[in-house]
C-alpha cells in the first residue's frame, strides 16, 4: 500500500481526479448557495426555512470534503518527489482536517451535537487544518510548472466560499494533465 502512495499517479487517475475535483466543486458551490440562503432567511420571518437550507448546505459541506480526500491523496503522490518532508506533513494534518469535517458535518446532520457544539470544532478542521493543507499543497505546486498560481488559488480556498473556485481550477488542470 504504502508503494502505490508512493509511486507518481497514472495519467488516467490524475484525469479522473480532476473529474472528482469539478463534481466537489459543483457540490461546494450549491452549499455556499444554500448558505447564503439560510443566513439572508434569518434576516426574516422565515427562520424554519433557514434551517431546512443550513442542513442541505450542511450535507454538500460532508461531501465536499469526502470527495477532497482523494483529492488530497492525488496530490500527495505528485508532489512528494518536490518536497517529500513538507507534503508528507501537509497531507497528515490535511487529511485528518478533512475526516474531521466529514465526522463533525455527520453529527450535525444527525443531531448527535448541536451546531453550538459543533462550531470551535468544524472551524479548527476547516481553518486550521484542511486551510494548512491547502496552502503548503498550493506551495509545493507552484514547483511543479503545471499548477501555475496554485498558492494564491489556494490561499483562496481557505474560506468556505473560495473552495469551488479551487476545485474548478484543480479540475481543470488534473483533467488535460
Not at 487529511?95 to 463533525?104: A, D, K
Not at 478542521?125 to 510548472?145: E, H, K, N, P, Y
Amino acid at each position: 500500500m504504502s508503494e502505490v502512495l508512493h509511486s507518481v499517479p497514472s495519467v488516467s487517475a490524475i484525469h479522473f481526479t480532476g473529474g472528482i475535483a469539478k463534481v466537489s466543486a459543483v457540490i461546494s458551490s450549491v452549499g455556499v448557495v444554500f448558505f447564503i440562503i439560510m443566513y439572508a432567511l434569518f434576516f426574516t420571518s422565515h427562520k424554519e426555512l433557514g434551517n431546512t437550507f443550513g442542513m442541505i448546505n450542511d450535507i454538500c459541506v460532508a461531501i465536499q470534503y469526502l470527495l477532497t480526500i482523494p483529492i488530497a491523496l492525488t496530490l500527495y503522490r505528485i508532489l512528494v518527489v518536490y518536497n517529500p518532508t513538507l507534503i508528507r506533513i501537509a497531507t497528515a494534518v490535511g487529511l485528518i482536517g478533512l475526516v474531521s469535517t466529514v465526522v463533525l458535518q455527520l453529527l450535525l446532520i444527525f443531531g448527535v451535537l448541536t451546531f453550538a457544539q459543533q462550531f470551535l470544532w468544524i472551524t479548527l478542521a476547516m481553518i486550521v487544518g484542511v486551510g494548512s493543507w491547502l496552502v503548503i499543497t498550493g506551495l509545493i505546486a507552484r514547483s511543479t510548472g503545471r499548477l501555475p498560481h496554485s498558492l494564491a488559488i489556494s490561499i483562496l480556498a481557505v474560506p468556505y466560499f473560495g473552495y469551488p473556485l479551487w476545485a474548478f481550477w484543480l479540475g481543470r488542470r488534473l483533467s488535460v494533465w
